[in-house]
């Protein structure tokens, strides 16, 4: 069954670094998304891209984020200079239909 | 804010079938139910979706009543594995980007 795949799953960074979080979307999907889960905290929606561009963002998504599908397969979201706020885990989805698929995460850990 | 309202906690005994009720009393007409699951940290796994009728795979059955301003999601025969949050959400249209509440954390008792 085809899935998300997010690389690496357990990230840890020091504060003022810059991370790239990488999900490969299932293959025949178009609209793609980020969303992160600060622990015991509610899953919040960053961003979503179709067609090369963000489509919508939230007021989470400021200048120190950003995204790239750079090859056609893969994903990224790069955090430009980490807080120790940004330590969560960050979720990727893709979807064809109407029905969106996460992957597995990646715990972002940053000290 | 999530457009959903859900019960915080359920128990529901292994076995037993497990009804886990949602409000959305603001859907609109072109917006889909879904519910999801997450077990510990992992990502959200889909279950199920609908618009008006009644849905049903091998995971679930989707209810939802004909107002739409409510549904539940029934799981027919509960098993511990099936203990998780549960989360019912309303798509927000065009994006089709999901806004989570707090969704409703079931424990299947043995």
């Known amino acids: 069954e085809p899935e998300v795949t997010q690389t690496p799953s357990h990230q840890v960074t020091q504060m003022g670094q810059e991370v790239i979080l990488r999900c490969v979307p299932i293959?025949?999907?178009?609209?793609f998304y980020w969303y992160r889960q600060i622990l015991g905290q509610k899953v919040e929606f960053l961003v979503s891209f179709y067609n090369n561009e963000i489509s919508e963002k939230s007021e989470i998504f400021d200048d120190q984020f950003s995204v790239e599908r750079p090859d056609g397969s893969n994903f990224t979201l790069k955090i430009r200079s980490t807080k120790l706020e940004d330590s969560a885990m960050y979720f990727c989805?893709?979807?064809?239909?109407?029905?969106?698929?996460f992957g597995q995460g990646t715990r972002l850990t940053v000290v | 804010d999530a457009k959903t309202t859900q019960p915080p906690s359920m128990d529901c005994a292994e076995g037993r079938a497990a009804n886990l009720p949602c409000n959305h009393s603001?859907?609109?007409?072109?917006?889909?139910v879904y519910w999801y699951r997450q077990i510990h940290s992992q990502g959200p796994q889909y279950i199920i979706h609908g618009l008006k009728n009644n849905e049903t795979n091998e995971m679930a059955s989707l209810i939802i009543t004909e107002d739409r301003k409510s549904s539940t999601l029934i799981l027919p025969h509960a098993t511990l594995r099936d203990t998780a949050v549960y989360y019912c959400?309303?798509?927000?249209?065009?994006?089709?980007?999901?806004?989570f509440g707090t969704g409703t954390r079931l424990k299947v008792l043995a």
């Open positions: 989805a893709s979807r064809m239909g109407v029905v969106a698929f």
């Open positions: 959400i309303v798509s927000s249209s065009g994006t089709y980007k999901y806004i």
């Open positions: 603001t859907i609109s007409g072109n917006e889909y």
């Open positions: 293959s025949n999907h178009l609209y």
